[in-house]
Nanobody, 123 residues
Framework: QVQLVESGGGLVHPGGSLRLSCVAS????????MRWYRQSPGKEREWVAG???????NYEDSVKGRFTISRDNAKNTVYLQMNSLKPEDTAVYYC?????????????????WGKGILVTVSS
């Protein structure tokens, strides 16, 4: 089993910054793609940013130039640096990881979700 723990959320004024972290622990051989999603009240969950195992990144259009996703493979951790935050960024943010488990004989990739962490951007 794998556990994901997010941290770094909270209340911030418009224009401010936050850095989210998501640490994975448990039965992990390696982690392939890592992603952040968010869900605002009354809206569906949406993809925000992703990073491959090689470090290639991509972003949803509304966060390009403001958010940066990064990873520390040694710590099984993915980060989301959020700058120039806007009220419309208010949401519960979830990390989503492709975790490779098993042995050299039998490998499988499972997708895990964090429980979510609240980010509120308000004056």
């Amino acid at each position: 089993q794998v556990q994901l723990v997010e941290s770094g959320g909270g209340l911030v004024h418009p224009g401010g910054s936050l850095r989210l972290s998501c640490v994975a622990s448990g039965s992990i051989l390696k982690i392939d793609a890592m992603r952040w999603y968010r869900q605002s009240p009354g809206k569906e969950r949406e993809w925000v940013a992703g990073i491959t195992s090689e470090g290639f990144t991509n972003y949803e259009d509304s966060v390009k130039g403001r958010f940066t996703i990064s990873r520390d493979n040694a710590k099984n951790t993915v980060y989301l640096q959020m700058n120039s935050l806007k009220p419309e960024d208010t949401a519960v943010y979830y990390c989503n990881l492709d975790v490779v488990q098993g042995t050299s004989v039998s490998l499988s990739t499972m997708v895990y979700w964090g429980k979510g962490i609240l980010v509120t951007v308000s004056s």
